[in-house]
């Protein structure tokens, strides 16, 4: 059994849950995310408290129960809070900054390197150096911020590249003169 899945997931007011036909429809104040379930798993709404239940104990089943009670309480935040990414430009003269639905990221190639923004995702710059991705579907968000990161990952000597805001990037020493060796 999974320990997860076990799990109960609490439905906050202005939120509704709907289970039909092997998909999931969760409505909130932001929007309306569905998902479909697949495998032997139920989804039971028992006075605003959500039940993931696997039907039989086969290992497949076991895995999905945790995934489906988490993917379902990742819905359930997004519908009602919503979900947000931050990001950092680090780098000597390059920035990020937004171009009607387009991003437009100054980080040191010859041109400037546009990223269109996706349908359900709000990409934001409060400062030039500074990227912010927002959005309801948890997974989304977090695929958006690693596809921003890719274009420029952080090198190790410097530092430059772009950066998950708080992110650690482990320095290395640089090359040493030749001085002393024969």
């Not at 799990?7 to 995310?33: D, F, H, M, R």
């Not at 569905?34 to 086969?58: C, F, M, P, Q, S």
């Not at 579907?137 to 921003?148: C, E, F, P, T, Y």
């Not at 000597?157 to 772009?162: A, E, F, L, N, P």
């Amino acid at each position: 059994m999974s320990r997860i899945g076990k799990q109960s997931i609490a439905i906050p007011a202005g939120v509704t849950v709907e289970y039909a036909n092997s998909v999931v429809t969760v409505k909130g104040g932001k929007g309306t995310l569905t998902r479909e379930i697949k495998g032997n798993i139920d989804v039971k709404n028992e006075g605003g408290v959500l039940h993931v239940v696997a039907l039989d104990e086969a290992q497949e089943t076991n895995a999905l129960h945790g995934l489906y009670r988490a993917l379902i309480a990742a819905m359930v935040k997004g519908v009602s809070e919503g979900f947000t990414k931050s990001l950092e430009v680090k780098g000597v003269g390059w920035k990020a900054q937004m171009q009607g639905a387009k991003l437009v990221l100054n980080v040191g190639f010859s041109h400037p390197v546009e990223f269109v923004q996706p349908a359900g995702i709000k990409i934001e710059c409060p400062s030039p150096t500074d990227i912010t991705v927002s959005g309801i579907d948890k997974v989304l968000v977090g695929q958006v911020a690693a596809d921003l990161r890719a274009i420029r990952v952080p090198e190790p000597y410097h530092g430059y590249g772009i950066r998950y805001k708080g992110e650690h990037i482990e320095h290395k020493e640089g090359k040493t003169s030749g001085k002393g060796k024969k």
